[in-house]
T-cell receptor, first 115, second 111 residues
């Protein structure tokens, strides 16, 4: 039982390059999330998916796209990376939807640097 | 919009001293969760509080939810070096489907 698995763990991109961050959970959770964490800014929600087939914008969606490929997988795409997107990215999942009182399980994080 | 303020931002203690972090919301919360993130790690769920005035304990950690459900605290008794990390609160109000995170309190413990 791996929980939430993110790949890659580290990535360096040049400005303008694109990439997709992968996330998969094996807990049969309905909801999945993408957060970014920057020093002094805490965790900020980029996108979330309350259930398979649905996605919605979070607090900081600009410059990102997501795909809920199936119940297990939720990917985050940067179409044209910018230095401002240098951050640590966390994928998370929870059993219930956002309106339910369920804990979130986080992946190990992806440390992305855009130069 | 809804905000969750967390204080202090940093705390440096000697091993064995107590530590408290506070969360304050601008709106009434339906629940509040606490997470711990070790340096270089990912947030890990500690506990959830739902009821007004609720108090829960986990060994040396005591969590409280205020009577008005607008504030919460985490108290660690006799800190140990294993308590090092950043503690986050995250709350949800009745009108907001998203979890709103505090900025965290970073705890350093001198052995």
């Amino acid at each position: 039982n791996a929980g939430v698995t993110q790949t890659p763990k580290f990535q360096v991109l040049k400005t303008g390059q694109s990439m997709t961050l992968q996330c998969a959970q094996d807990m049969n959770h309905n909801s999945m999330y993408w957060y970014r964490q920057d020093p002094g800014m805490g965790l900020r929600l980029i996108y979330y998916s309350a259930s398979e087939g649905t996605t919605d914008k979070g607090e900081v969606p600009n410059g990102y796209n997501v795909s809920r490929l199936n119940k297990r997988e939720f990917s985050l795409r940067l179409e044209s990376a910018a230095p401002s997107q240098t951050s640590v990215y966390f994928c998370a999942s929870s059993e219930g939807g956002l309106s339910m009182n369920t804990e979130a399980f986080f992946g190990q994080g992806t440390r992305l640097t855009v130069v | 919009g809804q905000q969750v303020m967390q204080i202090p931002q940093y705390q440096h203690v000697q091993e064995g001293e107590d530590f408290t972090t506070y969360c304050n919301s601008s709106t009434t919360l339906s629940n509040i969760q606490w997470y711990k993130q070790r340096p270089g790690g990912h947030p890990v769920f500690l506990i959830q509080l739902v009821k007004s005035g609720e108090v829960k304990k986990q060994k040396r950690l005591t969590f409280q939810f205020g009577e008005a459900k607008k504030n919460s605290s985490l108290h660690i008794t006799a800190t140990q070096t294993t308590d090092v990390g950043t503690y986050f609160c995250a709350g949800r109000s009745g009108n907001n489907r998203k979890l709103i995170w505090g900025l965290g309190t970073s705890l350093a413990v001198n052995p």
